[in-house]
């Protein structure tokens, strides 16, 4: 009720009730009747009326405090009260024996006014056009800018909350230089130490998937080509613990990435010429160099942590350790690895590989580690072309890089494995406002969806259909659709491949969410069906129960949590294509549309930002207890969720009547 065009209303008629107390107190005065006091009451009476209700507006929409009013609300009580006095003018002419020949051009002129004012919200994106056609976007008078490109209010509300610049206050101080992050991904990368390990979770997904029998060779040749870097990546991580070492600057670690980078160029030479196997000779030769690079590093390492450690008592030695790893004592394991060649390695390394990742994911982290991310980038992106070349997807210009039959035996999941570390290294350097993260997040997630559930990527050119030999057959409606059709399982009841449905649901998710955050930043040019495909992926984001997604009952809080924020994505969503459709909407029907999917937006976000706060806030006590060294660098994971969720409520506090 309380909007532009209820103030246009009401001013036309304060202008109309003026218009006629003023004109009958002039024929009063002129002919010099005694009630002409009585027009003047009448007049401040109208003007009145209009200052209390002018008041209880301002009052009712606005916080405490001095506020002015906006300049759109200005114009509608000006050219509400110029419409209504000119109304009331006319109209009175109409009865009066002085009907002029000036007053139906008046009249005209005045309905001519109406009908435009009145039309201008359902043609605002035609005017826009026609005006942006010619180069004018916005009109600057005295009294203000007239601007008539399209805004959007809850878009602003998405940027990004951990910008560089420090003004915002969602991130903690950012450390470019920090190996920690590349040296933790390189542990995890190449570990193949139980059910844990990321080998053999992968070729659990591979086996899920495609099969027993697809990789199990291969896999096992990885792992024992990367066996030493493994104990390089415990003694990296030990020495950063105990010597804060910017980008690992202290310690030679080149000889170590002049090799990964060699066996990256004999890769693209071997590919060249038809081939994806190094001889076997050389793959032995090539592993026992490596052992050696690698226990020259750890010498050095020890060295200087052993130097360090002196000036320290054993207890505060270890509870430097305890600060930053728990129990994990990186330093003693660095010490007992033994990087001799195993004799059972010899035979697993016959069906080494250059098309598996791994080595290549491996390189690429501790170049993160090393401070050049960029260049982990670029060495990850150069293995997805010789992938895509050697499977003849033909997806880039191939370069004498020939088809390999072969290549096509192996599992997609490796290419999907290489864009899934991709995906984390580009949203880390770039963010998902980016438009190159948002196109390749995009490809991505329709790569990896259509292989989760068992969809052959026909449309990519020259690709061959995946054969689905695995169970599979995982998509985000189905798996919905299994969890609203049956009762959540107990952890006791959970079968393997319940437990890797479940995993591999949770990645889809997790995509599924970062791509509709990053949908955000680019709705505009989006036409009508669209939006109101990414509302309804966004609803159907926070329709599953932490049961289906987590029924192995690993950590519920964590899911609770992210439950709440994937409802923040929704509402976030929601918010902006409400905002869009509303400014482009051409019917009663696409408006009342708008301000449906906008209370749906409101409430999802709400719901989710009540919850997730409590997160963020236990997490927050929880940093307070520890000391500066590490506050200063950590933040809880919710925080910039729960920033946007806080302006975004805030713009619909101020916006509400």
């Known amino acids: ?59 009712h929409v606005t916080e405490p405090g001095l506020h002015y009013p906006s300049q759109g609300l200005v114009l509608a009580i000006l050219i509400g009260g110029v419409v209504g006095s000119f109304s009331a003018r006319f109209v009175g002419s109409l009865f009066s024996t002085d009907f002029g020949p000036r007053d139906p051009l008046m009249g005209v002129l005045v309905l001519l006014l109406l009908v435009i004012v009145y039309s201008l919200p359902v043609y605002q994106r035609e005017i826009s056009a026609l005006l942006g056609h010619i180069g004018l976007s916005s009109l600057k008078t005295p009294i203000g800018e007239l601007t008539f490109a399209e805004h ?18 969602s991130s903690a101080l950012p450390r470019p230089s920090d190996p920690r992050p590349g040296l933790e991904s390189l542990r995890h990368a190449v570990s193949d130490e139980g059910p844990d390990g990321y080998l053999f979770k992968d070729a659990g997904y591979i086996a899920f998937f495609d099969g027993p029998d697809r990789s199990g060779e291969l896999i096992d040749a990885t792992k024992a080509f990367l066996r030493p870097v493994q104990t390089l990546a415990r003694c990296l991580r030990a020495y950063v613990d105990i010597i804060p070492d910017s980008q690992l600057l202290l310690v030679d ?60 008592s054993a207890g505060a030695y270890q509870a430097t350790l305890d600060e930053t790893d728990g129990d994990r004592n990186f330093v003693e394991q660095c010490r007992k690895d033994n990087l001799t060649p195993s004799s059972n390695d010899s035979g697993a390394l016959q069906h080494f590989s250059y098309l598996q990742p791994y080595v290549t994911i491996a390189l690429a982290n501790l170049l993160v580690a090393h401070g050049s991310a960029d260049e982990a980038i670029d060495v990850i992106t150069q293995w997805l072309y010789l ?3 050697a499977r003849g997807e033909g997806a880039a210009k191939c370069d004498k890089i020939p088809r390999l039959p072969e290549a096509n035996q192996l599992p997609e999941w490796f ?28 490809d991505h997630a329709k790569h990896f969806t259509d292989y989760a559930a068992h969809r052959p990527s026909y449309d990519r050119p020259g690709g061959a259909p995946t054969a689905a030999q695995g169970s599979g057959g995982i998509s985000i409606h189905d798996e919905l659709q299994r969890c609203q059709d049956r009762k959540p399982l107990t952890n006791a009841g959970v079968t393997k491949d319940q437990e890797l449905r479940a995993i591999i649901l949770r990645s889809l998710l997790q995509n599924e969410n970062t791509l509709l955050r990053s949908e955000l930043h680019f709705l ?44 923040i994505t929704s509402g976030l969503l929601a918010l902006a294509i409400a905002d869009r459709l509303g400014t482009t909407a051409a019917s009663v029907d696409e408006r009342n549309r708008a301000e449906e999917i906008k209370n749906e ?57």
């Open 1 to 59: 009720m309380w909007d532009d065009r209820f103030i246009f209303v009401l001013s036309a008629l304060v202008g109309i009730s003026l218009g006629v107390v003023i004109s009958n107190r002039r024929d009063a005065t002129g002919k010099r009747r005694p009630r002409w006091f009585i027009y003047g009451l009448l007049t401040l009476i109208a003007a009145a009326v209009g200052l209390i209700l002018a008041i209880r507006y301002f009052g």
């Open 152 to 169: 959007s209010r809850f878009q602003q509300t998405v940027v990004s909350a951990a910008k560089p610049s420090g003004e915002e206050r």
């Open 253 to 312: 670690v080149k000889p170590v990435l002049y090799f990964f980078f060699r066996m990256h160029a004999n890769a693209v030479a071997a590919l060249r010429k038809n081939s994806h196997r190094p001889r076997d000779p050389a793959t032995k030769v090539e592993v026992e160099r490596l052992y050696a690079r690698v226990a020259n590093v750890r010498e050095q390492l020890l060295n200087a942590i052993e130097a360090t450690a002196t000036d320290y």
């Open 387 to 389: 992938w895509s070349c």
């Open 415 to 442: 290419g999907i494995r290489a864009e899934f570390e991709l995906n984390v290294l580009l949203y880390g350097q770039v963010g998902e406002a980016n438009i190159t993260y948002h196109d390749f997040l995009k």
């Open 524 to 567: 505009p040019g989006s036409s009508w069906t669209e939006l109101e495909n990414l509302h309804e992926r966004g609803l159907v984001l926070t329709q599953f129960s932490v049961g289906c997604v987590d029924p192995e009952g690993s950590d519920e809080k964590v899911w609770e949590a992210q439950r709440a924020n994937y409802k």
């Open 601 to 657: 937006g409101k409430q999802q976000l709400r719901a989710g930002y009540r919850h997730l706060k409590g997160v963020r806030d236990d997490y927050r006590k929880k940093l307070e207890r520890l000391p500066w060294s590490v506050r200063v660098f950590n933040v809880s994971p919710w925080e910039e969720s729960c920033s946007l969720a806080e302006r975004a409520i805030h713009q619909l506090n101020e916006a509400s009547p």
